[in-house]
Nanobody, 121 residues
Framework: QVQLVESGGGTVQVGGSLRLSCAAS????????MGWYRQGPGKQREFVAV???????NYTDSVKGRFTISRDNDKNTVYLQMNSLKPEDTAVYYC???????????????WGEGTPVAVSL
């Protein structure tokens, strides 16, 4: 089994910062792209950021310059540093990862259960 466990969510005032973490555990042979999605109240889940195993990052336009995604391959962990938070960043943030569980096996996408972020005025 593979698990992704997020942490670091909470409530913060406008302009504040939070750092989310997501640790992958279990039977992992290869850990490929890792990323973050979010789902705001009454909205569909949307892409936030992704980072390859080589450290190449991409972001949705609304978070560029404010959020930074990074990863620690030794710890199988991905981070999302969120600065200058806005009310529209309020959402449940989900981690995902493309994982191969054995050599030559399929690469599958796994999701965490989410961590809530609330940005208040």
């Amino acid at each position: 089994q593979v698990q992704l466990v997020e942490s670091g969510g909470g409530t913060v005032q406008v302009g504040g910062s939070l750092r989310l973490s997501c640790a992958a555990s279990g039977r992992i042979f290869g850990l490929y792209n890792m990323g973050w999605y979010r789902q705001g109240p009454g909205k569909q889940r949307e892409f936030v950021a992704v980072i390859t195993s080589d450290g190449v990052a991409n972001y949705t336009d609304s978070v560029k310059g404010r959020f930074t995604i990074s990863r620690d391959n030794d710890k199988n962990t991905v981070y999302l540093q969120m600065n200058s938070l806005k009310p529209e960043d309020t959402a449940v943030y989900y981690c995902n990862a493309n994982i191969g569980r054995r050599p030559g096996g399929m690469i599958e996408k796994y999701w965490g259960e989410g961590t809530p972020v609330a940005v208040s005025l």
